[in-house]
């Protein structure tokens, strides 16, 4: 038990990690997370161990190499993120609006790519790496729609939800309503929930098994997304599509031809 205790404060430690706060105290740590300071003391020199955390001058820790490695491991997956970058280049390209591409990891949204629009007034929009709460977004919509019923439940029934604007959802049995439009339509939209004067349409990505992996979406100025709201959701929906498609094709088996020719070789001598 004593172990897994240790585990589950692992993700809460590190989620302390960010560009704005690069750098944490044993202190402040156990301060912020709430855990003894032997305890933080603890986890945090394990993690140093396996190189998620460095430990610099003064006592101070930063996130460690090792992520890096464990990064360049996941590009080399079939990775949602590979598929999805030449298809948010040829949206932003068409259409000039700010773009993302977000997971839903842990309960929060995590936005894994971001391309910037190309108008005069574009949407800065969230960050690569930050994590949103998911009901006041279009992505976080999009991604709490293909939950199975007892998971949605724990992710919208602990907690109230927190009203971000005077438009955000914060009713259980409202949120699962417009959840079942979503699941109808095939998309969601964001009005000004998350920040005011800011809408946003969100797609799914689906995988080979037909599962919601990811979801597409553009950020845009509310006064210029009610003038283009339908063209902007169709491009979405179609953006979406396409990075289904290619999800799926990257992770179909290649056929011999289609294989370099000393792993079609390799293949021949074993046979």
Same mark, same amino acid.
């Given at each position: 038990?004593?172990?897994?205790q240790t585990?589950?404060? =692992?993700g809460?430690?590190?989620?302390l ?9 044993v ?5 912020t997370v709430g855990?003894?300071? @032997?305890t933080?003391?603890s986890?945090?020199?394990?993690l140093?161990?396996t ?7 003064r /006592?101070r ?6 992520v890096?490695?464990? @990064?360049?491991a996941l590009r080399?997956? =079939?990775?949602v993120?590979s598929?999805a970058a030449?298809?948010l280049?040829?949206l932003?390209e068409t259409? /000039?609006?700010?773009c ?9 949204i995590?936005?894994v790519d971001k391309?910037?629009?190309t108008h005069?007034i574009?949407?800065r929009?969230?960050?690569?790496g ?7 977004t279009a992505?976080?919509?999009v991604?709490l729609?293909?939950?199975?019923h ?7 029934? /602990?907690?109230?939800?927190r009203r971000?604007?005077a438009?955000?959802?914060?009713d259980?049995t ?12 095939g998309y ?8 005011p004067?800011?809408h946003?349409?969100?797609a799914p990505?689906?995988?080979?098994m037909?599962?919601v992996?990811a979801?597409?979406s ?15 959701t ?5 953006t979406?599509r396409?990075?289904?498609?290619d999800l ?5 088996p290649?056929p011999?031809?289609a294989l370099?020719?000393?792993v ?8």
């Amino acid at each position: 038990m004593a172990n897994l205790q240790t585990i589950q404060k =692992i993700g809460p430690i590190l989620d302390l990690f960010t560009a704005e706060c690069p750098e944490w105290g044993v202190r402040e740590v156990a301060a912020t997370v709430g855990i003894p300071r @032997s305890t933080a003391h603890s986890v945090m020199a394990s993690l140093v161990e396996t190189g998620l955390l460095q430990c610099r001058a003064r /006592g101070r820790y930063r996130i460690g190499w090792r992520v890096v490695e464990l @990064s360049e491991a996941l590009r080399g997956t =079939i990775d949602v993120r590979s598929c999805a970058a030449p298809h948010l280049d040829r949206l932003v390209e068409t259409h /000039g609006e700010t773009c993302h591409l977000a997971v839903l990891e842990r309960g929060r949204i995590l936005y894994v790519d971001k391309l910037l629009g190309t108008h005069n007034i574009s949407v800065r929009g969230a960050n690569v790496g930050a994590r949103l709460e998911a009901h006041s977004t279009a992505v976080g919509k999009v991604l709490l729609a293909q939950l199975e019923h007892a998971e949605l439940s724990r992710m919208i029934d /602990g907690a109230p939800l927190r009203r971000h604007t005077a438009t955000t959802v914060t009713d259980p049995t409202a949120l699962r309503a417009t959840l079942r439009q979503v699941r109808g339509t095939g998309y969601a939209v964001d009005l000004g929930e998350t920040i005011p004067e800011v809408h946003c349409v969100a797609a799914p990505v689906r995988d080979e098994m037909g599962s919601v992996v990811a979801a597409v979406s553009v950020s845009v100025p509310a006064s210029r997304f009610r003038a283009r709201r339908a063209e902007l959701t169709r491009a979405v929906v179609e953006t979406a599509r396409g990075v289904s498609r290619d999800l799926v094709d990257a992770a179909a088996p290649q056929p011999a031809s289609a294989l370099p020719a000393a792993v079609v070789g390799l293949e021949r001598t074993a046979s």
